[in-house]
């Protein structure tokens, strides 16, 4: 028998409103397919814009992900309406550089994918590079203290999902080639 008052969360409108945030705040799935493009191009030169969208869809579709998108976006907005209390207000507001939880939710995401996650990240978020460099810019009069350390760490995993399957990929092929040259 089932309880009417029971709380039931629908995905697809969790992964739609997810991607709409996104937008919203000025990030397209394509400028952070690019961001995986600069983490990856040099190891995978064949790599194509349209390969790295796909994985950045992919890590998308993880719930542990748009929770941290979802979560992210709105502590910005909270701090741009000036309704968080002080001195947190202050600290998102001015991206106070000993804050570390806009980083500590960032690498929540970073985690769905493995270590190598960590590195890319990091790179990627003392390089603010694309959409991370317009994210990052104070005078824009928008807040995004949490969603340039979370669009850099979709990039990240979606950089570490590439280089898992890549890996995947060659073992595949060296051990095809082993067993038919046996």
């Not at 009417?4 to 937008?23: G, H, I």
């Not at 992919?58 to 998108?69: C, D, F, G, H, Y």
């Not at 909270?78 to 980083?103: F, N, R, T, V």
Request: aromatic share 6%; net charge negative.
């Amino acid at each position: 028998m089932s309880q009417p008052n029971v709380y039931r969360l629908n995905s697809k409108e969790v992964a739609k409103a997810t991607e709409e945030w996104l937008t919203k705040r000025g990030v397209t799935k394509e400028q952070i397919g690019q961001l995986v493009m600069l983490l990856q191009k040099d190891y995978f030169p064949e790599l194509t814009l349209a390969e790295c969208v796909i994985n950045v869809d992919s890590v998308l579709s993880k719930r542990e992900v748009q929770n941290a998108v979802l979560t992210g976006i709105q502590l910005d907005m909270l701090a741009e309406e000036g309704k968080l209390l002080p001195p947190l207000q202050d600290m998102i507001s001015y991206d106070e550089g000993l804050y570390g939880c806009d980083e500590i939710l960032a690498l929540s995401i970073v985690n769905v994918y493995g270590s190598i996650g960590f590195t890319n990240f990091g790179y990627i978020d003392k390089l603010k590079p694309g959409v991370l460099r317009k994210l990052n810019d104070k005078n824009s009069g928008e807040i995004h203290t949490f969603l340039d350390d979370i669009v850099g760490a979709i990039a990240a995993a979606a950089s570490s999902r590439i280089a898992h399957r890549k890996q995947a990929e060659r073992e595949a092929v060296a051990e095809a080639f082993k067993e038919g040259g046996e």
